[in-house]
DNA sequence: TCTGATGCGTC
DNA sequence: GTCGGAC
DNA sequence: GTCCGACGACGCATCAGA
């Protein structure tokens, strides 16, 4: 059996029978015994959906592979128990985690991110091309110089391994045929082999304190690249230790695949039990008749009457398995426990066993970038749904008021402000708010899940005692909850009375701030009226300890010696529920979910330790383009928006429609319309944004596709005084390929041999320019920087520091300048300065 | 014990 | 976090 | 609109080597 072989019926669609052409001598005829696929399978498959650019074509690839993945479950899980997997089943085998689901770890590896599975690799380019060249016996240099040319280290591997006939365990030549293979008895690599060494190196991160980690590390994969047999197999296996595969497919598609396969495994099967001429047949298509261009897909039955029905009836489920699968992994972040209910119990097992849960974070919900208010406002009144008067009528108690002012703004009776003002004269039922804006706080995103459990060794009857459990999940949904001991103390001592509140998820936003309490006469402690919170920029927050060591020393320190000063001060900024008291709200509408929130968790508000996100509400009227019959939104929008950066000390508004569920994409409404967020922050609005005029004084090498150009430009700022020019940051985002194009040739012809006398920075880039031109860049911060040296000397106090630009990006070429009309190093400090006043930073 | 290199996660 | 490219 | 992959500044954690 060849793999260029036209049709393979799902019988014979067995990826150890297709490995056998491969291995001319196998070690064991056993193959098709075998519990794991053959790793070569995996990197072919891949290889194909690296080499085209066609989405459809990528997923049908791997909806194949994956298929493959399938029956090999099946198969482990027939040997264990043959009976027809149910609910109950599902649910149990989860709990006691008794099956491990494989198909989950290979979707991890497809994807290329070990981390969905729990594994960390702490493994990065040094130790990989160290471990790559002792496997290869190639040298360092021979490597660079590959990576160069080929942008990529699993590339250059593959084609140092191609060239050299290294794979021989001898040492010597060995035959090599046109694929590569070695005619030559052999172990089989499999997924499984892989899987161990990953599994392997993970563990090695959790023996703490043990040397020669490092060593171990290269040594695991030392094991898997010598025993490698065909060049994809390096390549993949290269970037899977990587973690950065390029197929130009991550999760998200492969999470697509894997429910199309689900679908189509569950045809095969049915189709077979039922008739065995008539099975549904998946085939591997090979058009060219060439072995580059083969692919795999079903092929409908043959003289079937039906057959087109059939087709779209398979094609139907496959869409509603994707969009199942999609949004109960979105509320149950746990691949595994998904893909395990998926695989045993169908989309009921799906269903049933994976809900929004305590302890499993949701996906949470990001905002696209705006522009300018007028674009939000445009971009909310036009998607207002037609049904929408229905939904508004039933709704919200809220009442119409004034904003109040910045003290009052947090009380639960301010919360309902409407746009609505004395000039309208419009019907009353148009004033109901549509639209929310919250402050976008300048911290890091947290998810925080809170349950009561009854206490498990609790001997008293009538004591009752409970435990209560909190979790912080990050952004990507790592459990930071060590890095906060502090707030989950503070909030179980402010839960404790609060006994009707059962279990709740909260969206919030952490920050550090500086907490204020003006003297009062009574000599009483902080209270609403007279404590102020002062936000801090993000910088302060990052500087905090991270591991659980560090933070019991920490817990430590400040029992001792610890000077309060430098304790970070943290303050919750609550924005969102998405579960509460065993139910979870992601179906409800954000005005229901606010209220919620407000109602539930009032009672531990706390001003500086856990406050609701400031927000007004903003009346929206429905139009097509026509910006006058919202110009009062505009307006209340553009203060709110001025507000938040100055003295709410806030990186800038955050947007949302009041009747937006928790969920980034229904089928009918995708995320850009009226039910997704946006955010809007000064450093978007050309119109308020500062721009900064660089000189580019050096660059690095591109990787991947940027891998002929330079990339990133090393940019610089002028300083008059000293006529040094002092690097700002590196950038490498808003340039289009055009103008790489044209700056790499220009460059090219600028280069310079060494870093010149009057270029002042800590960087060390590849290549030095001459500096000759004057780009516009933009960013979002100016902060303190180590290595880059913009205004250096003029700042008070530290010489020895300069200050960098947060998210930089370029905007456009200002020809019309010289490198000494560029933003000096004093213009920079002046920013600086500018924004510290903005953001209270003490120093 | 300290330092620089490296990895990783936050934005 | 930012952005541009390809679909 | 969606998905992907180019990469930004920083700071902490960890480890090898001095």
Redesign the pocket.
């Known amino acids: 059996m060849d793999i260029t072989s036209n049709y393979f019926t799902s019988k014979q669609f067995n990826a150890s029978k297709l490995s056998q052409s491969y291995y001319y001598h196998h070690t064991t005829s056993q193959t098709t015994s075998s519990s794991s696929p053959p790793f070569l399978h995996f990197a072919i498959a891949l290889s194909q959906v690296t080499s085209?650019?066609?989405?459809?074509l990528?997923e049908q690839i791997l909806t194949n592979i994956l298929l493959v993945y399938l029956y090999y479950d099946r198969r482990k899980r027939n040997q264990d128990c043959c009976s027809c997997p149910t609910t109950t089943t599902v649910i149990t085998s989860l709990e006691k985690n008794s099956m491990s689901s494989t198909t989950t770890l290979h979707a991890t590896l497809l994807?290329?991110n070990v981390?969905t599975h729990g594994y960390?690799?702490?493994?990065?380019?040094?130790?990989?091309s160290s471990s790559l060249c002792t496997s290869l016996q190639c040298s360092k240099t021979l490597l660079r110089q590959k990576i160069q040319k080929k942008?990529?280290m699993g590339d250059a591997a593959a084609s140092i391994w191609s060239g050299s006939g290294v794979g021989s365990s001898g040492g010597t030549q060995s035959r090599i045929d046109g694929w590569g293979i070695q005619k030559k008895k052999r172990k089989c690599l499999e997924m499984r082999d892989m899987i161990d060494v990953i599994s392997c190196i993970n563990d090695?991160?959790q023996?703490?304190?043990?040397?020669?980690?490092?060593?171990?590390k290269k040594d695991a994969m030392s094991k898997i690249f010598s025993v490698v047999h065909h060049p994809d197999e390096l390549r993949f296996a290269v970037k899977i230790f990587c973690?950065?595969?390029?197929?130009?497919?991550?999760?998200?598609?492969?999470m697509?695949c894997l429910a199309a396969a689900h679908v189509l495994h569950k045809y095969n099967r049915i189709n077979a039990d039922m008739e065995e001429e008539e099975e549904e047949e998946v085939v591997i298509i090979n058009e060219n008749n060439n072995n580059n261009t083969y692919y795999f897909k079903v092929r409908p039955k043959k003289s079937n009457q039906n057959n087109r029905d059939c087709k779209s009836k398979i094609k139907q489920d496959i869409i509603h398995a994707q969009e199942t699968f999609?949004s109960v992994y979105a509320r149950h972040n746990d691949l595994k426990s998904c893909v395990v209910a998926l695989v045993l119990g169908g989309m009921e097992g799906l269903l049933s066993a994976c809900d929004v849960k305590v302890g499993v974070p949701v996906q949470p919900l990001?905002?696209?970038?705006s522009r300018s208010v007028e674009e939000v406002v445009l971009?909310y009144a036009e998607?207002i749904p037609s049904s929408f008067a229905a939904v508004t009528s039933s709704s919200s108690s809220c009442g119409k008021g004034d904003d109040k002012g910045d003290n009052e703004e947090n009380t639960v009776e301010n919360r309902c402000i409407t746009a609505t003002n004395n000039t309208s004269e419009n019907d009353a039922s148009d004033d109901i708010p549509l639209l929310t804006a919250e402050y976008?706080y300048?911290?890091?995103?947290?998810q925080i899940h809170y349950q009561r459990i009854p206490s498990a060794d609790d001997g008293g009857d009538d004591a009752q005692k409970e435990d209560m459990n909190i979790l912080f999940f990050?952004?990507?949904?790592?459990n930071?909850t060590v890095k906060f001991t502090a707030l989950v103390e503070w909030m179980k001592s402010r839960l404790q009375k609060l006994e009707m509140i059962r279990s709740f998820i909260l969206d919030a936003?952490i920050v550090a701030v500086k907490r204020c309490c003006h003297q009062t006469n009574n000599g009483q402690g902080c209270s609403s009226s007279n404590a102020e919170t002062i936000l801090l920029p993000?910088?302060v927050l990052?500087?905090?300890?991270?591991?659980a060591?560090?933070?019991a020393d920490e817990l430590d320190m400040k029992r001792s010696s610890r000077n309060d000063d430098d304790d970070i001060e943290l303050c919750i900024f609550a924005f969102d529920i998405i579960y509460l008291d065993g139910k979870a709200l992601v179906e409800h509408v954000l005005i229901d979910r606010r209220k919620l929130l407000y109602q539930a968790l009032s009672p531990i508000v706390q001003p500086g330790y856990f406050e609701f996100a400031n927000s007004i509400d903003i009346v929206l009227n429905p139009t097509t383009d026509d910006l006058n019959s919202n110009s009062e939104a505009i307006l209340m929008l553009e203060s709110y928006l001025t507000k938040s950066i100055g003295p709410g000390r806030c990186?800038g508004v955050m947007l949302k429609s009041l009747y937006s569920k928790y969920k980034?994409?229904d089928t009918r409404e995708?995320?850009?319309?009226f039910g997704?967020w946006r955010?809007l922050?000064k450093?978007?609005v050309d119109t308020i944004a500062d721009s900064i005029d660089v000189v580019p004084i050096g660059a690095?090498?591109?990787?991947?596709?940027?891998?002929k150009w330079f990339?990133?430009f090393l940019l610089a700022v002028y300083d008059p005084d000293s006529g040094d020019f002092q690097?700002l940051?590196?950038?490498?985002?808003?340039?289009?390929?055009?103008?790489y194009k044209e700056k790499s040739i220009f460059y090219s012809n600028r280069l310079i041999e060494t870093k010149s006398s009057v270029v002042s920075t800590n960087?060390n880039p590849t290549f030095w320019f001459d500096p000759c031109e004057v780009w516009e860049i933009?960013g979002?911060d100016l902060?303190?920087?180590?290595?880059?040296h913009a205004g250096r000397g003029q700042m008070m106090g530290s010489a020895g520091e300069?200050?960098?630009?947060?998210?930089?990006?370029?905007v456009r070429l200002r020809d019309d300048k010289a490198p000494e009309d560029a933003t000096t190093g004093r213009q920079i400090i002046e920013l600086f300065h500018s924004q510290s006043q903005r953001q209270n930073v003490m120093k």
Not at 670 to 673: A, H
């Open positions: 085209t650019t066609k989405r459809l990528k994807a290329g981390a960390t690799l702490n493994i990065g380019f040094a130790s990989i942008g990529e090695m991160n023996s703490n304190g043990d040397k020669g980690v490092e060593k171990r973690n950065n595969m390029r197929t130009g497919a991550t999760l998200v598609t492969v697509r999609r990001l905002a696209a970038p971009h998607n976008k300048d911290g890091q995103r947290a990050s952004r990507n949904l790592d930071v936003e993000f910088q990052s500087t905090m300890k991270r591991s060591v560090a933070a990186e980034s994409s995708k995320s850009g319309g997704g955010k922050k450093d978007y690095w090498r591109g990787n991947g596709r940027k891998n990339s990133p690097s940051c590196r950038c490498m985002s808003g340039f289009s390929d055009d103008f960087e933009r979002a902060t303190i920087s180590p290595v880059h300069g200050i960098s630009l947060r998210f930089p990006r370029f």
